[in-house]
Structures are given as structure tokens and as C-alpha cells.
């Protein structure tokens, strides 16, 4: 059992750079590949990025590629999202997942623990 939360979220203008964090509660972080989605209000949760276990390889969605950047420390148990040149559309509320297993998962059901999610606003 691994319980995620995330922090980091707020109000920012279009343009301006917020960083999320995911602090995981596990002995073992390094075993797991870290997600990153988002919700909108009325839309299905949408991928953004992952990473793998140690940090070597992530895979973005085409979406924020070039904008956002994942990185993780395992020495602190946490997982990070940079953003930069944000825009209207990246209002949502942001969600950090985990899964134990190979590769990097794009998809909801493969990953099998979730935070409680940060809100991100992006005025106009």
C-alpha cells in the first residue's frame, strides 16, 4: 500500500510556472513508475507523463511536451512536474500515480495507487 500526495497547485497567469510535488509513503520508492494526469471539469482524465523507477527514462503526451518536465529524487520520495508556459486549457486538477511493474504506463488502469489530486488555474 502506498498512499501519494500532492502539493504545489494554485492560481498563475497564462505564461507563468508552477512546480507540483508527490510525496510517496513507501520504503521502496524506486521500485515504482510514477504518472502524471489531469482532469477538467466535464472532460476523462488525461495522461500528461511517466517516469520510470530510477529516473531514466519518461515518456510525455504530445500535449505538454517541450512545456513540462518530470524529474523525481528517490532519496526524498518524491516526484516532481515542472511547468512552464502554462496556458488556459492546463486547468485541471493534477494527479500523481504509482505502479509497481515494467515499462511506462499511459493508461489509468495500470497504474494502482493515486494521490487526491492539486488544483491548477490558469488565467487568461
Known amino acids: 500500500q502506498v498512499q501519494l500526495v500532492e502539493s504545489g497547485g494554485g492560481l498563475v497567469q497564462a505564461g507563468g510556472s508552477l512546480r507540483l510535488s508527490c510525496a510517496a509513503s513507501t520504503r521502496t520508492f524506486s521500485n515504482y513508475n510514477m504518472g502524471w494526469f489531469r482532469q477538467a471539469p466535464g472532460k476523462e482524465r488525461e495522461f500528461l507523463v511517466a517516469i520510470s523507477g530510477r529516473g531514466g527514462s519518461t515518456y510525455y503526451a504530445d500535449s505538454v511536451k517541450g512545456r513540462f518536465t518530470c524529474s523525481r529524487d528517490n532519496a526524498k520520495n518524491t516526484v516532481y512536474l515542472q511547468m512552464n508556459s502554462l496556458k488556459p486549457e492546463d486547468t485541471a486538477v493534477y494527479y500523481c500515480?504509482?505502479?509497481?511493474?515494467?515499462?511506462?504506463?499511459?493508461?489509468?488502469?495500470?497504474?494502482?495507487?493515486w494521490g487526491q489530486g492539486t488544483q491548477v488555474t490558469v488565467s487568461s
Open positions: 500515480a504509482a505502479q509497481r511493474g515494467y515499462g511506462l504506463p499511459s493508461t489509468r488502469e495500470r497504474y494502482d495507487y
